[in-house]
């Protein structure tokens, strides 16, 4: 039986986040520069988007560039940056007709304004989009995105519009990046890593995980669907008995 009939469209993840990794090695194995497995990256990133809103997935979640990526070689930062102005120019008519909103993560104001103006554009023009929302994470981190929300918890404490003992996951989670959607329910890492890398480490607190040795460029919509059968023949207990679930 074909993979895709295999998933229960009932059982679906609700949000997918995924760890691309693997450019570099992908383009290496091929004698070519890292920035060429960058931009075939970027077309897994159309299949697999386009994928899951097929599917019904709610929400996706890509780490895109992670606060740690500035310190790569000049160029490789430089592309990357071009490579998201022309993905997202290229992608904001195929956003629209699939019916996807597109939003953003991170420290975006650490962005080249360039690439910071495209992203408001393209999120501006998708936001009343239903079917599917997408989250680019960009300049990000989940230890900063953390310390900010302690930071602006803190200043409401001070002013007294929060109260010590108020303080609860809720009110963290609105604090967050993230705050307008939901927990993470699998995280997907490409590439043969298993690490976590810094990303949405609160949010992740109950998801599957699931590790695939793919490379991100590789990865197709065949490979999710993989990942979504494995992550519905998990049993998710989030803490309590097998018996207490049924
Ligand atoms: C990790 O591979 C990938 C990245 C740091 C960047 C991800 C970017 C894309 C997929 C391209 C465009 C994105 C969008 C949203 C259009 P790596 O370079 O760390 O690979 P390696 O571990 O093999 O060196």
């Not at 993230?178 to 690490?195: A, H, K, Y």
Request: hydrophobic share 35%.
């Amino acid at each position: 039986m074909i993979l895709k009939d295999q998933i229960h469209s009932d059982q679906l993840p609700e949000h997918i986040a995924i760890i691309m990794d693997g450019n570099g090695r992908w383009a290496k194995q091929r004698g070519k520069v890292r920035v060429f497995g960058h931009e075939k990256g970027a077309r897994s990133v159309k299949e697999v988007t386009e994928s899951c809103a097929e599917l019904g997935v709610k929400y996706l979640t890509l780490y895109a560039f992670s606060t740690e990526n500035w310190k790569r070689p000049k160029l490789e930062v430089q592309t990357l940056m071009k490579l998201l102005i022309s993905s997202l120019r290229k992608e904001i008519e195929s956003l629209k007709e699939n019916d996807i909103s597109l939003t953003a993560i991170g420290n975006l104001s650490a962005l080249p304004k360039k690439v910071h103006e495209e992203l408001l554009h393209v999120m501006e023009e998708t936001k009343s989009n239903s079917r599917m929302t997408l989250t680019l994470a960009l300049s990000y981190g989940s230890r900063e995105e953390i310390i900010s929300a302690f930071k602006e918890i803190s200043t409401k404490v001070k002013n007294n519009i929060i109260s010590p003992e108020k303080i609860d996951e809720s009110i963290i989670n609105e604090h967050l990046y993230t705050r307008n959607l939901p927990d993470v329910d699998l995280l997907i890492r490409t590439s043969g890593e298993q690490r976590i890398s810094n990303f949405l480490l609160w949010q992740i607190a109950y998801a599957e995980l699931y590790f695939t040795e793919v490379l991100w460029p590789d990865f197709g919509k065949e490979n999710l669907y993989e990942a979504i059968v494995n992550y519905q023949n998990r049993e998710r207990r989030f803490g309590q008995t097998s018996e207490q679930l049924t």
